[in-house]
């Protein structure tokens, strides 16, 4: 079990990294990733007109038919490029009030609301929320947005979905939900979090993998140590789960499967 769980870790850390990576070389590289490159002329002519807090002329490009939710080229949409590009706060809330959608998505999947969960200051977030931004958005990775803020280990921007209204028990591609997922990355703290917030204890991820199972076996395998930043808090979630009846030790993954394939996966 332990190569199934260090892989999981690295799979989940490399997809993380990639994500991160991709978004910061796009905004570092600002001054040569400019609007023309991207757009028709008619567009760039509409972004530099929001950016000058122009918006006579942005709306009037905009009644000649500009339209603000387009791909672009490398399928980037206005939106992302203003956020990644200029980091104006400013701009790009003149961009949502001409009515860019922040739940409109690039080629990929992502949308503005999964892009700045991660690393972004609350404000940013706030502000697409505020516009109608989707909390549980789902990125490219099939993640939802409180995924990412798990990720960057922003509580803000946790705090900030939570408040919009964003479900604790929603999934990913795997069936973790935010209780679950940050076992995966090790960050159990995040994990207790959330199971405080309502985050169901007893899901099952598609490897038969829960919340118990999670804890029993790092301990277990001595991959969390006493002395550990992550004892205390798998320590507080087991407690948690045996003060709800939880038995230890919990069924294996393998055992769990074995029981899905006899009887059928329960819906959870």
Sequence with gaps: MRFKRTFTLGLSLLLGLFSACYFSAIAREDTNMKAELFFEPNMVQLLKSIQADDISTAKQLIAEGVELNILGNEEITPLLWLITQTNDLKATQRALDLGADPNFSDGDGDNAVTLVARDYAPEWL???????????????????????????????????LLEYGADVNLKDRSGSNSALYPTYIMKYEFAYFFLLKGADPYIYDDTGSDLAWSVYEPIEDGIIAPDSFNYPWVMKIKQHLIDQGVKF????????????????????
Excluded: H, Y
């Excluded at 030790?249 to 959870?268: C, F, L, S």
């Design 126 to 160: 706030e502000m697409l929320l505020e516009a109608g931004g989707n909390p549980n958005s789902i990125d490219s990775d099939g993640m939802p947005a409180m995924f990412d803020a798990i990720g960057g280990e922003n509580w803000d921007n946790i705090n900030t």
């Design 249 to 268: 030790p919990p069924p294996t993954p393998q055992e769990v499967r074995a029981m899905w394939e006899k009887n059928g996966r329960p819906a959870n």
